[in-house]
């Protein structure tokens, strides 16, 4: 795949994402059984006592509760969200659209995550890059969605396709991103329930 044009990563709504967000949403965006997919995929890969990156995180990470974990750095969109998070250990505001630079080191993490998020990403290339540059050799990059999001926010690439188109975007979006090796895709798809989708890369050894 070659890369999507700019009119692929534009939205319905092109207002300030700042003020779209203002509002605290301390709600679910997603059902019990996907989020219980999702934590099921973090026990699967992030390992104990792991530092960890949420990516595009809020009041939630969906960690397993069992899991020891070192330093847990949520960055979102909303400090108010991210202050009802208890299993952040460290938080900041960003708008990754506006500025796709991590404010983390290179190496810093051995896992990253990003929650039903992916889709609200104007420059993912740029942005898989940096969490590729933040995250150890070997680190995983946990990928989520479902079928819901805020149309008017969700990129036209993401709105035009399914959920196994969903899928292909965000590997193609990691193999051009230059940071991971070949991703895995896992789907949780119940009968009355939303779906759960999860795209897992790791991060290459050589960069």
Request: net charge negative; with cysteine.
């Amino acid at each position: 795949m070659t890369p999507l044009p700019a009119s692929a990563f534009r939205r319905a709504d092109e207002s300030d994402d700042g003020l779209f967000y203002a509002v605290p949403r301390l709600v679910h965006h997603i059902d019990d059984g996907a989020q219980a997919a999702v934590t099921a995929l973090y026990r699967e890969h992030v390992p104990e006592g792991a530092d960890v990156l949420d990516l595009m995180s809020s009041w939630v990470s969906h960690l397993p509760p069992e899991l020891d974990l070192g330093r847990v750095a949520g960055l979102g969109m909303n400090a108010r969200e991210l202050g009802a998070n208890p299993r952040l250990t460290e938080r900041a505001v960003q708008n990754l659209n506006a500025n796709p630079t991590l404010p983390y080191g290179d190496g810093a993490f051995d896992a990253a995550l990003c929650c039903v998020s992916v889709q609200y990403l104007t420059r993912p290339v740029e942005v898989f890059a940096e969490v590729g540059r933040a995250l150890r050799p070997g680190a995983p990059f946990v990928v989520t969605f479902s079928n819901r999001c805020f149309p008017t926010k969700a990129v036209a690439a993401w709105r035009a396709l399914d959920d196994d188109g969903h899928a292909a975007l965000v590997a193609e979006t990691l193999r051009q991103s230059g940071a991971f090796g070949p991703a895995e895709v896992s789907a949780h798809r119940p009968r009355g329930g939303d779906p759960l989708i999860g795209v897992v890369a790791r991060r290459l050894a050589d960069r």
